[in-house]
């Protein structure tokens, strides 16, 4: 569904990514994991047309798509989960949601919406209460359930776990998982490895702007290189709790 081929960018001086080629097959869970400044951020925003390539190609569903504008790949079925949630902070959670959807048509709103409370039953409780408001987590559900109501092909995710609680970050990854059951192909970035290489069918590591591992999800779960010191961190359960 998307093929990531040989990817430069750099912003001034710094080189954020250089040579950076993966791909997420439909259908599939692909994690992009590493370290803090590693590129990962860069990677989805040069997908999603935020950062501008030096060199290298972005193919979508059959379709070059480097150099469009970000409104253009987002229609063509590309949603994004940024860092930090983003959210309208004193719009309501309906509003917010609304606002996902803004390319569809009114009907399928109505479908979908009703699909999305299914999921996640607190937004629908909270609909008319202002998004700013509700609870880390629950901006997190909301953040999500906004990039699904433009009914994407393929959803970036980008650190969907960061500073959430560990009963929090189960239910996170639960969703994730439920909805690429549904159908939804996800590209997951993480820092959380664990986590996030117990749902990926595949993921690929970076390392200050090279991918440096790539492998299935239990592949890499135990590799020695990343069960050693690279992920020291993330040993501790209460990440970010
Ligand atoms: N707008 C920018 N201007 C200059 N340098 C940038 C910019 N955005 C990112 N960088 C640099 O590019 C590198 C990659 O950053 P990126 O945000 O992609 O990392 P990341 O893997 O997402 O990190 P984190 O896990 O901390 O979110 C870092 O060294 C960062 O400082
Ligand atoms: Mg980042």
Redesign the pocket.
Known sequence: MLEVLDLKVT??A?T?LNGVSLGVPAGQIVALL??????????L?AITGLAALSQGRIVFAGREIQGLPPHDIIRLGIAVVP?GRRIFANLAVLENLLLGAYFRQEKEFIRDLAWLYETFPRLAQRQDQAAGTLSGGEQQMLARGRALMSRPRLLLL??PSLGLAPLLVREVFHIIRHLNQQGVTILL?E?NAFAALAVAHYAYV?ET?HLVLEGSGTELLSHPRLKDAYWGDDLEEDRGG
Do not use: F, R
């Open positions: 912003y001034g710094i954020a590493g370290a803090n400044g590693s590129g990962k951020t860069t990677t925003k860092e980008d650190e970035v820092q970076l702007g």
